[in-house]
């Protein structure tokens, strides 16, 4: 009973934390001045909504380029970290160890000091100032999360079912989409929305390779954020929140009708 309770009572101040936040977002969308101790806004305002609104057409560009962006960089992140895991775990190689170290260097290396010498590099190379670029440097960044989660999920699993679906005749290819794939579709869902949201907020990378000619969500509302104004800021924080929350959703239903046509015998009965 005592364990019931703190239980609830941790999932009650959970709930709290992760909905205060969201409220005082609402409450400042249509606020123009609220100043400390008063409990309530002085000035209301509907101008951060009538200003995305005017611009309609331009935000719906910004919108789907940013989402067609992070999904490329998501989905990448993802079959790359997918095969790199099961090299790291199945496979012995020369200099594997310290390949793995350098899977984490975007972890251990301050993004200051990543994102220079990444600069330095693409201008040699003719990568600055593009969307190919961005590309790259947000599939760098979100990589070592992607292959960190599914390195787990692929220790965790292991290769025995896919040994025995080969003894039964499948193909390397069928073992491993019929046994591994639908059982490690709940890591492939977290890394596919890690390396989404690493890349849908990215700002400093892309302001410094994009060299401002690449545009995406996060550079039109970090100056909102940075200037303080909280109206513009968080009408803007809203809408990524809900961007976010609608891709999470399609991501979900994509795996789950993944794993459904993926289910069945290995002959496609």
């Not at 909905?19 to 806004?41: G, M, Q, S, Y």
């Not at 935000?59 to 079959?79: G, N």
């Not at 593009?130 to 590309?135: D, E, N, P, R, T």
């Not at 790259?136 to 025995?160: E, F, Q």
């Amino acid at each position: 009973m005592k364990k019931n309770k703190i239980n609830k009572i941790i999932l009650i101040l959970v709930g709290i934390c992760i909905l205060l936040p969201i409220v005082n977002l609402i409450i400042w969308a249509f606020t123009e001045r609220w100043a400390w101790p008063d409990l309530l806004p002085q000035t209301y305002s509907l101008r951060a909504i009538n200003e995305i609104l005017s611009r309609k057409s331009e935000m719906s560009r910004l919108f789907m380029s940013s989402i067609i962006l992070s999904l490329i960089v998501a989905i990448l992140s993802v079959v790359i970290g997918l095969m790199t895991s099961r090299a790291f775990v199945f496979y012995n190689f020369k200099f594997k160890k310290q390949l793995y170290f350098f899977t984490l260097l975007p972890f251990l290396i301050p993004s200051t000091v990543f994102a220079m010498g990444i600069h330095v590099m693409f201008i040699k190379w003719g990568l600055s100032n593009s969307i190919l670029g961005v590309i790259i440097v947000h599939l760098i960044y979100s990589l070592p999360y992607a292959t960190r989660l599914l390195m787990d999920g692929t220790i965790a699993v292991g290769n025995k079912l896919e040994e025995q679906a080969k003894v039964l005749g499948a193909t390397p290819i069928q073992a491993f989409t019929k046994t591994t794939l639908p059982i490690l579709s709940p890591v492939i869902l977290s890394s596919l929305s890690m390396s989404y949201i690493v890349s849908f907020s990215q700002y400093f990378l892309t302001l410094l390779i994009g060299g401002g000619k690449v545009k995406t969500f996060a550079i039109v509302m970090f100056p909102y954020l940075s200037g303080g104004d909280r109206n513009m800021a968080s009408t803007y924080s809203l809408v990524f929140l809900g961007i976010t929350i609608i891709i999470f959703g399609i991501f979900q239903l994509a795996v789950s009708k993944i794993n459904k046509n993926i289910n069945g015998d290995f002959y496609g009965v």
